[in-house]
């Protein structure tokens, strides 16, 4: 190879280097201003409600009539609600994620139907299923069942109807995941349906469970839509956190709607949060072998 040849082909190896770094360059410039755009505009509505008001006007607003009542019925219809959620849908998506049946993808999407259905018609799904001219308002009444519109029962119900399809959806997924090997074993050991629900597949699932459980608890937090139309909007009685607000709102009260809106912010992050940190502590907690402390969980507690 000549000289020249040689200086050529040097040069054209430089020129392409360059160009590869300049290339990567742009490509990291355009990646940080594109995660800035989008930190920036979630960040930015989040920073202006936290940073509103002052510290002892935030405090003083909390303390409100309006806002320790929907504290206490927001906390009250929730806790009833999760528990109901985690005693009928763990057991019923350990079916649908274990069995394989015929329209089983039809159930499904039944299932996940309220995840799309806009929350304003789960409200008035519920009126005219429940309500007192509705589908069973009359088989209510004749049983002696008092209606649950405008009541306490109104707003458990809302939750459960647009909550529980996220915990079911991710607690069908996280059963669906365990091992049939562990399923198989305890039951050539002798274990029934609900011990190995209870002692195998929960505990293999708790990761999935956890994180569906805070997802579901915390979309239940939140609910409005369904609330306000099936339920109302009576302070002490069947105003939430989330209906608190729209009354502090349409009130002309910004600062008490801020206030309630900043707690609401804090109780999510805290759910967030709580559910990253299970997380991670079944997950380094947990085996793969469905025994703990050398006690084989089959046998008798």
């Known amino acids: 190879m000549t000289p020249a040849a040689s200086s050529g082909s040097r040069t054209d190896g430089d020129a392409r280097a360059w160009t590869s770094a300049l290339g990567r360059v742009a490509v990291a410039v355009i990646a940080a201003i594109m995660i800035a755009a989008v930190m ?37 219809t929730n806790a009833i609600a999760f528990v ?13 994620g274990r069995s394989r049946f015929r329209g089983r993808s039809v159930v499904l999407t039944l299932v996940e139907l309220p995840l799309v259905m806009p929350p304003a018609v789960a409200g008035i799904a519920l009126l005219v299923a ?17 209606n649950p519109v405008f009541r306490q029962a109104a707003v458990v119900m809302c939750i459960l109807f647009v909550a529980s399809p996220f915990y079911l959806r991710g607690a069908i997924a996280a059963f669906e995941a365990v ?4 399923l ?11 011990r190995r629900l209870l002692r195998v597949a929960v505990p293999l699932a708790s990761s999935g469970l956890g994180a569906a459980a805070a997802v579901a608890f915390a979309r239940g937090i939140g609910e409005f839509g369904a609330t306000i139309l099936f339920a109302g909007s009576f302070q002490g009685t069947t105003q939430t956190l989330p209906l608190a607000v729209y009354f ?8 008490a709607a801020v206030a309630i809106g900043v707690l609401l912010l804090a109780v999510s992050a805290a759910i967030l949060l709580t559910s990253k940190l299970l997380a991670r502590i079944w997950t380094s907690s947990t085996s793969t072998s469905p025994s703990r402390d050398g006690r084989s969980i089959y046998a008798p507690s």
């Open 179 to 182: 091992d049939d090997t562990f």
């Open 84 to 96: 109901l959620m985690i005693l009928f849908g763990t057991p019923f998506a350990y079916v649908l």
């Open 248 to 255: 502090d709102f349409s009130g002309d009260n910004i600062d």
């Open 184 to 194: 198989d074993v305890a039951g050539t050991l002798g274990a029934g349906w609900l």
């Open 130 to 146: 429940f309500g007192p001219l509705g589908l069973l308002g009359g088989t209510l009444s004749t049983l002696g069942i008092a």
């Open 40 to 76: 920036a505009f979630l960040m930015l509505p989040i920073i202006a409600l936290v940073t509103y008001e002052p510290l002892h006007t935030l405090i003083h607003n909390f303390g409100t009539s309006v806002a320790t009542d929907a504290i206490r019925v927001s906390l009250k």
